[in-house]
């Protein structure tokens, strides 16, 4: 490993690191626009110069381009690279309008925080400055470019990285143009990430825009709730209102990006038709008056109908917490039935592929990066999990073989067509991975790993907490609401997040909803509390393969500030509570549920 001097501090790093990488494991800032961690180097912007003092290499050297070597002497304070780094923020700034008071990219900007860095202040330029126009790029992303600084890094993403092809670059010198041959919206499904990718303001989310700035934002780390694979992201809110998601490094599940399903679903949160108000009988009323009805609900059904009468249901999109009560709650009422899939096909599928990947051999999105050899069996990893299909990219960019089973799938790499697995040469392979979902066949993927023990399984479950809901659900013995009801025993269902259809639910005499979504469940029941969002509390989900991750609250519930008054004033009465802000999350409603149902019961004896 080569050593190196950088401002003084001796630094030891991997063959191949460039000094730029170098002066950041020791916290030493090099300024940098085209240089990012997943894109690696460009040498477009010019801004990274450092002194070479000794060594190999003299002089003012761009860090990101130069690999460390042995003996290397770098100085990032030396007069003359300062005044070099000085020298290309002012040619940026020459053209770049100062438009930052009403750039949505404000206060997160890197080159308002260079050029104040580098001590660029005084205007000297007097000419013209030139101009683009813009293009719309579809309802998500606002296009700017005259404050573009041609650091390419949104091209680089968008080609190479992502594998799109209706973006690109155009134009030479200083005519350079970032865009499409003609306007429309970004065929990539993840196009989004150009606003999280760009130093500038040149893409910006137009869901989100000119609501906030960086220092009004409410922030959390958070996992996205919109596939299995739980990628890592932070929700941005204010006001109770989501404004916008954006993508949160974790190097072993989505590195750096997130896909567009991920970042632009936040609309579901803010629907004014959620559930709000706790209600009984067509009655609004408080969350603990509505859960003492449900109480008396449930020992009402028992006397009519006998016990075992009830049903309680759960999802796969329940955090886990909720998830690992709803046991309770189902002994505590003793309940005819436990569910936490709605047919007995989603049931056994999803079983039998949890048993496939509890052995071990259940493959990380890094994993699937890192491989020589991917299969794609079954299923569609763009529009089931459309990260995977990035990190498949990501394989084949490194000279992975992508091998694909079937027909008619897209995928953003070149692929080879097999009619069978057994065409696929996996004992080439060092690192084999099989991508699939709940529907392929188990039993040929496990012969497959006992005569290929270096295989491993990508298995992509339907919903945000599958894996977590079926190990529950695997520990009960819990059955498909379809079954539950096949004898007609059941005459009241508790639905807890539950995504039960509307034909299960009719002749059922009573049915209660827990949920944040106006879901069947909710519009069929008699007594309806709202529970949170996963942006409003703290809780956990377990991807598909095995991996728990916690996120962290948001914002308060309640109806955004926005959604109030068409004016987007707040209310005029006082109040301890946001309007619509007694929402609770699901795990301490059934908690709050399962006590007094206890309490009850020690009265009674």
């Known amino acids: 490993m080569p050593k190196l001097i950088i401002d003084d501090i001796p630094v030891e790093v ?9 002066a950041q494991s020791v916290d ?28 190999p290499v003299k002089g003012i050297q761009m860090s990101c381009m130069l690999p ?47 050029t104040i860095a580098g001590g660029h202040g005084i205007r000297r330029y007097s000419g013209k400055k030139r101009t683009h126009v813009n293009q719309y790029l579809g309802p998500y992303i606002e296009h700017e470019m005259n404050r573009c600084i041609q650091c390419y890094r949104c091209v680089r993403f968008y080609q190479e990285y992502a594998g799109g092809t209706d973006f690109g670059v155009m134009g030479s010198a200083g005519r350079v143009y970032f865009g499409r041959f003609q306007e429309g919206q970004l065929e990539s499904p993840f196009s989004g990430n150009l606003v999280d990718i760009c130093p500038t303001g040149v893409f910006t989310d137009k869901t989100a825009r000119f609501r906030a700035r960086y220092w009004d934002y409410d922030m959390a780390p958070s996992v996205c709730p919109h596939c299995s694979l739980g990628c890592n992201t932070t929700p ?41 108000r706790a ?11 509505a859960l003492e009805a449900l109480q008396l609900r449930i020992r009402d059904i028992e006397e009519q109908y ?6 309680v249901v759960g999802s796969s999109r329940m955090a886990q917490e909720a998830a690992e009560l709803l046991p309770q709650l189902a002994h505590r009422i003793g309940a005819g039935a436990l569910c936490f899939s709605t047919t007995r096909k989603e049931q056994v599928e999803t079983l039998a592929l949890l048993e496939l990947l509890s052995a071990g051999r259940s493959a990380s999105q890094q994993d699937v990066r890192n491989s020589d050899c991917i299969v794609i069996y079954g299923c569609d990893p763009l529009n089931e999990a459309p990260m995977m299909a990035m990190a498949a990219r990501q394989a084949w960019r490194a000279g992975a073989k992508v091998y694909l089973i079937g027909q008619g799938i897209s995928l953003p790499c070149e692929v080879t067509e097999c009619t069978a697995l057994e065409d696929v040469p996996l004992a080439e392979a060092e690192r084999p991975i099989i991508i699939c979902n709940v ?11 006992e005569s290929h023990s270096h295989l491993k399984i990508a298995g992509l479950f339907p919903a945000a907490n599958s894996f977590g809901a079926a190990q529950v659900m695997r520990e009960t013995g819990a059955i498909s609401l379809e079954e539950a009801l096949a004898d007609g025993e059941i005459k009241g269902i508790i639905a807890i997040e539950a995504d039960i259809p509307a034909a299960l639910l009719d002749g059922i005499p009573f049915v209660a909803a827990l949920d944040w979504l106006a879901a069947a469940a909710v ?28 996120f962290s609250k948001v914002m308060n519930p309640g109806v955004p500030i926005k959604g109030l008054d068409p004016n987007g004033h707040p209310p005029h009465s006082h109040r301890t509570v946001a309007p619509g802000g007694e929402a609770l999350p699901a795990w301490q409603l059934l908690a709050t549920l399962i006590k007094l149902l206890d309490d009850d019961s020690r009265g009674l004896s």
């Open 68 to 114: 460390v070597q042995e003996g290397m002497v770098v100085s990032t304070t030396d007069p003359e690279a300062v005044a070099m780094r000085r020298a290309v923020i002012e040619w940026l700034m020459i053209n770049h309008p100062h438009d930052c008071p009403v750039c949505d990219e404000g206060g997160e900007c890197q080159l308002q925080d260079f």
């Open 236 to 276: 941005v809110a204010r006001y109770r209102e989501l404004l916008k998601t954006v993508a949160r490094r974790n190097e072993a599940v989505n590195d750096w990006f997130i896909c567009d399903r991920g970042r632009f679903s936040n609309s579901v949160v803010n629907d004014p038709l959620r559930p709000r």
């Open 14 to 22: 991997a063959e191949g690191t460039t000094v730029l990488e170098a």
């Open 279 to 289: 209600v009984v009988d067509s009655r609004e009323t408080g969350v603990a008056e």
């Open 28 to 55: 030493i800032p090099i300024p940098h626009f085209c240089w990012h961690p997943a894109l690696g180097k460009a040498g477009a912007c010019r801004v990274c110069a450092v002194k070479m003092l000794e060594g």
């Open 306 to 311: 006998g016990p075992g009468s009830i049903a």
């Open 439 to 449: 529907s392929v066949r188990v039993e040929l993927l496990d012969k497959l790993q």
């Open 523 to 550: 519009q069929a029941a008699q007594i309806v509390i709202p529970t949170t969002a996963w942006v409003e509390m703290d809780g956990s989900y377990i991807n598909y393969e095995g991996r728990a991750q916690q």
